[in-house]
């Protein structure tokens, strides 16, 4: 970089700022930002936010606890089960529901598969925004395996909606067990090909060592969360520290990089393929019996007071966060989103950069615009 | 001499990422996912449990199970599910019950999140599987589920 910024005299240089989005590819969605450039080194990022605003926060305040579980799959679409889950834990919390084996056992497992599949198509599309397309394809080949249990069990493939406050909605399919294990056995040969397509891909290595540059003492004051905090050496994996469901049960690595630049979180992310498999087979062949669900209340109401409950989504940690005053609906119900963290130090590792690098370091940090905005 | 070495490990890493590449291009018929949408709309088949939409499913009397109970009604999170109801002369017990006149139902507005369908205690609603929903006429999608003329099945109470 430092031969760049050495100006030459014979022109002016001079700052100008152009917006990157909305409808940007690399923004993944509709993120705007304000870069201010000279020539093509990022003086300043500044992400404009608001453009797919739906006020998830306070249409929770009108809504009962069995509906509010709905709008959080509208938040972080591909981690939508964990995100139903958080809200389901912090409503049976409050209840002091005892839950079946079953139902935590299934809900892990399934938190897994969404974890495998986010991660999926984050690969697909890093490879992409750095100019690989063919990850893409691959990506969502394997992805598509896990869509289809998901369908097949819960009914929808991207808006889950399988958490009820108490259990699932309905027990899972007979063909469940199978096209995991099937599905497990699949993905055990893909991985190391993502590896040689990518990973060792010299271009690829080029792009993305040494870029955006994430201390773990800054990872902590901008409180960054999951494979962008890990990707920095910065251990904060909730499903270890906190863990929820049937997490207890497993034993997995948390996966964790010191080095804190771009390469470093892709290495995170593809670790973290290979625990959430094993989490998934430590629990596939045992399935406890069991009820599926436990009666509630058709109304639900939580006990007056203030609720907070966390889960590690694929992005991060995501806390619920309620507080009650003993009717049907939440006082104020507060997400706390990961990828509104990790978007705010964006500014700080991307300055000093090129757009291209901007763009690779967005891809790590996998951002989804939804879940920024709610 | 790192220069050359730089560079034969620069093409041994590409040689590496062609090989997979490669592999798939050779048995390309194997590994293919894509589907040959609308060609195969004969053999294609949606999973039993896929929510494509909200269906009240009649018997070959033209009866169907809602009560009426407006249940439906209040746990949709959107207004989707509009019931007008009426009340009407029991033909058992010759008493005025309440039925349902009209099952309103917006497609438009659904997130299908299936809380109506958990929620009835007649289980006189459920999930259709058609997903080809679009319309040149968005009141096409404002449906009325009771067919014209149906009654409720004798028997169902709530
Ligand atoms: S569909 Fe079911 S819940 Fe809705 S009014 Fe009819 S009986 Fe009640
Ligand atoms: S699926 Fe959900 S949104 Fe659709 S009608 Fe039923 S309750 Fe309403």
Redesign the pocket.
């Known amino acids: 970089m430092q031969e760049t910024t050495t100006i030459n005299n014979n022109f002016k240089s001079e700052e100008y700022f152009i917006n990157m989005g909305p409808q940007h590819p690399a923004t993944h969605g509709v993120l705007r930002l304000l870069l201010t450039i000279d020539g093509e080194i990022i003086k300043k990022v500044e992400p404009d936010l608001g453009y797919i605003h739906r006020s998830i926060e306070k249409m929770c305040e009108r809504d009962s606890y069995q509906q509010i579980v709905?709008l959080t799959d509208r938040m972080d679409y591909l981690s939508s089960h964990i995100n139903n889950e958080a809200v389901c834990l912090t409503v049976e919390n409050a209840l002091q529901l005892e839950i079946p084996e079953r139902v935590k056992v299934v809900r892990t497992i399934i938190g897994e598969l969404t974890r495998i599949a986010s991660h999926c198509l984050w690969w697909g599309v890093m490879g992409m925004d750095v100019g690989a397309l063919t990850t893409y394809f691959y990506g969502f080949r394997d992805r598509e395996m896990i869509n289809d249990i998901f369908e097949e069990t819960c009914g929808a493939r991207l808006t889950m909606n399988y958490n009820v406050p108490g259990g699932l909605m309905w027990d899972i399919h007979p063909n469940f067990v199978n096209r995991v294990k099937a599905f497990v056995k699949h993905f055990k040969t893909k991985i190391p090909e993502y590896d040689r397509l990518l990973t060792g891909n010299v271009i690829f290595q080029k792009r993305t060592k040494g870029v955006g540059v994430l201390s773990k003492e800054d990872a902590i004051s901008f409180g960054a969360s999951g494979p962008v905090g890990r990707g920095s050496g910065y251990s904060c994996d909730v499903r270890k520290y906190h863990p929820y469901s049937a997490l207890d049960k497993v034993t997995f690595k948390e996966s964790l990089q010191t080095a804190g630049d771009t390469f470093a979180r892709y290495q995170v992310r593809i670790q973290e393929m290979w625990q959430s498999l094993s989490i998934v087979e430590q629990l596939i062949d045992n399935i406890p019996e069991g009820e599926h669900r436990v009666k509630t209340n058709a109304v639900i109401k939580l006990p007056k007071g203030e609720f907070y409950q966390k889960v590690e989504t694929a992005r991060g940690e995501l806390g619920v966060y309620v507080i009650s005053t003993g009717t049907k609906n939440p006082y104020r119900l507060k997400f706390r989103s990961p990828g509104f963290s990790n978007l705010s130090l964006l500014n700080h590792i991307a300055v000093g950069g090129k757009i291209g690098d901007l763009v690779a370091t967005m891809a790590t940090l996998d951002l989804v615009i939804p879940d920024i905005d709610r | 001499m790192s220069y050359f070495s730089n560079i034969f490990y620069g093409i041994k890493t590409l040689l590496t990422g062609m090989r997979v590449t490669g592999k798939y291009f050779l048995n390309s018929r194997k590994g293919a996912i894509t589907q040959q949408y609308p060609d195969n709309r004969g053999i294609l088949k949606m999973f039993d449990r896929f929510?494509g939409e909200?269906i009240m499913p009649h018997d070959e009397n033209n009866e169907h199970a809602c009560t009426g109970c407006q249940k439906?009604e209040i746990?949709?999170?959107?207004g989707?599910?509009e019931i007008i109801w009426d009340r009407g002369l029991d033909e058992a017990t010759g008493k005025k019950k309440k039925k349902i006149d009209q099952f309103v139902?917006h497609l438009s507005?659904?997130?299908?999140?299936?809380?109506?369908?958990d929620v009835c205690p007649t289980d006189a609603i459920e999930w259709g599987q058609n997903f080809e929903n679009s319309v040149y006429d968005r009141t096409a999608l404002t449906r009325v589920l009771n067919k014209p003329d149906s009654k409720i099945r004798p028997g169902v109470e709530d």
């Open positions: 709905h | 929510r909200v439906c746990a949709c999170p959107n989707t599910i139902y507005l659904c997130t299908m999140c299936g809380l109506c369908i």
